[in-house]
């Protein structure tokens, strides 16, 4: 079946620790995206791509670094530079046309900073 | 930037009453979403209005675009309990997709 996996469904991490949320699509989606949402709140923009090679800056990339070298894979990064990391990230892909852009979410990794 | 307000955060009603949710957009959208999350899931998408004054049906979900295309609205006919969930609605303004805060809707049998 089509769809978006994201990887791991809950991750710990120390303070000072690095980490990576894998995001994987089958869609043949071309652009994809990160959003990050705390308890309570709608979901704030990380990163996107539109292309392979090519990503933007969401509303508060600061803290977080991606990559796009391939159609199907976006790999986020939670540095130790991000002040408050422990929230729930969605990862989601489109057509990549603001006409017909539904976007397909994956079902999400929860991270926690001990 | 964008912005895209959503009220009222919260709502509580009785299985069967309507419920409503409203959309406020800081900018002119090129169109709106609307998705649910369920609690403890992920967001999915409910349905998309392009055109100004759009309205759309979906069973006992009405939704509309304002005639400006910088608000929206989403209103439930006799909820039920498996409407229970968060709806956002999202606005695409160039390249990106701007969500609002949500509203959770709370229904009890």
């Known amino acids: 079946d089509g769809g978006i996996t994201q990887s791991p469904k809950y991750l710990f991490r120390k303070e000072g620790q690095n980490v990576t949320l894998s995001c994987e699509q089958n869609l043949n989606h071309d652009a994809m995206y990160w959003y990050r949402q705390d308890p309570g709140q709608g979901l704030r923009l990380i990163y996107y791509s539109q292309i392979v090679n090519d990503f933007q800056k969401g509303d508060i990339a600061e803290g977080y670094s991606v990559s796009r070298e391939k159609k199907e894979s976006f790999p986020l990064t939670v540095t130790s530079a991000q002040k408050n990391p422990t929230a729930f990230y969605l990862c989601?892909?489109?057509?990549?046309?603001?006409?017909?852009?539904?976007?397909?979410f994956g079902e999400g990794s929860r991270l926690t900073v001990l | 930037g964008q912005q895209v307000m959503q009220i009222p955060q919260y709502q509580h009603v009785q299985e069967g009453e309507d419920f409503t949710t409203y959309c406020n957009s800081s900018t002119t959208l090129s169109n709106i979403q609307w998705y649910k999350q369920r609690p403890g899931g992920h967001p999915v998408f409910l349905i998309q209005?392009?055109?100004?004054?759009e309205v759309k049906k979906q069973k006992r979900l009405t939704f509309q675009f304002g005639e400006a295309k910088k608000n929206s609205s989403l209103h439930i006919t006799a909820t039920q309990t498996t409407d229970v969930g968060t709806y956002f609605c999202?606005?695409?303004?160039?390249?990106?997709?701007?969500f609002g805060g949500g509203t959770r809707l709370m229904v009890k049998p």
């Open positions: 999202a606005g695409w303004a160039g390249n990106m997709l701007t």
């Open positions: 209005l392009v055109k100004s004054g």
């Open positions: 989601a892909s489109s057509t990549g046309t603001a006409i017909t852009g539904e976007l397909f």
